[in-house]
């Protein structure tokens, strides 16, 4: 993985990291729950945005190297799995 792909994953985990923390604070204060689940909604989004930057990245590398070596079965199995795991609720 490329250091600026590995910088920009970071700079959303800590955006995450400080929601969680939000959310954390807004249960111990007592906060109202609609303004919780708001914070919980921008938590799975910031997730979500992290998830798209890693799958882009392996997408453009780790499964172009794949089908270049032949593995193509791999790749299409990975990004299968990828799918349903992103799509099941």
């Known amino acids: 993985m490329q250091q600026q792909v590995k910088r920009r ?5 800590k955006i995450a990291e400080g929601q ?3 959310v ?3 249960i111990t204060d007592g906060e109202y729950c609609i303004d919780i689940i708001a914070q919980t909604s ?3 989004h910031a997730l979500a945005a992290l998830e798209d930057i890693i799958l882009e990245e392996h997408l453009s590398k ?3 190297d794949q089908i270049k070596s ?3 079965k791999k790749a299409i199995k990975e990004i299968l799995s ?3 795991k992103k799509n099941k609720k």
């Open 62 to 64: 780790c499964v172009v």
């Open 20 to 22: 969680v923390r939000g």
């Open 9 to 13: 994953l970071i700079h959303r985990l």
């Open 82 to 84: 990828v799918y349903y």
């Open 42 to 44: 921008a938590v799975r």
């Open 24 to 26: 954390q604070k807004m």
């Open 70 to 72: 032949g593995d193509h």
